[in-house]
């Protein structure tokens, strides 16, 4: 088992920044492929980034790249992304996953745990 407890979620004006942290317990989290994915009010849940168990690999979807960067310290067993030029379209509720895949994945369904997620709301 991993617990996850997301946190630095809240409410910004357009353009702003937020630094969101993935805390994990349990398991070693080093060992986990790591995602963040969002979801919006009627909206499906959707991949935002994801990072590899090392942190070496990143990779990010496309309405976010260029201004969110994936980060990890495993020593810390954190997970981070930090949020930049933000938009009111990225107003949402933002979860950390992670996956038994080393590289992570950008499919939900590949990931193993979840935590509880945390808002962040985007003003015009």
């Known amino acids: 088992q991993v617990q996850l407890v997301e946190s630095g979620g809240g409410l910004v004006q357009a353009g702003g920044s937020l630094r969101l942290s993935c805390a994990a317990s349990?398991?070693?989290?080093?060992?986990?492929?790591m995602g963040w994915f969002r979801q919006a009010p009627g909206k499906e849940r959707e991949f935002v980034a994801r990072?590899?168990?090392?942190?070496?690999?990143?990779y990010y979807a496309d309405s976010v790249q260029g201004r969110f960067t994936i980060s990890r310290d495993n020593a810390k067993n954190t997970g981070y992304l930090q949020m930049n030029s933000l938009k009111p379209e990225d107003t949402a509720i933002y979860y950390c996953?992670?996956?038994?895949?080393?590289?992570?994945?950008?499919?939900?369904?590949?990931?193993?745990?979840w935590g509880q997620g945390t808002q962040v709301t985007v003003s015009s």
């Open positions: 349990g398991r070693t989290f080093s060992s986990y492929g």
């Open positions: 996953a992670v996956s038994r895949r080393p590289h992570g994945s950008p499919q939900v369904f590949d990931y193993d745990y």
């Open positions: 990072i590899s168990w090392s942190g070496g690999n990143t």
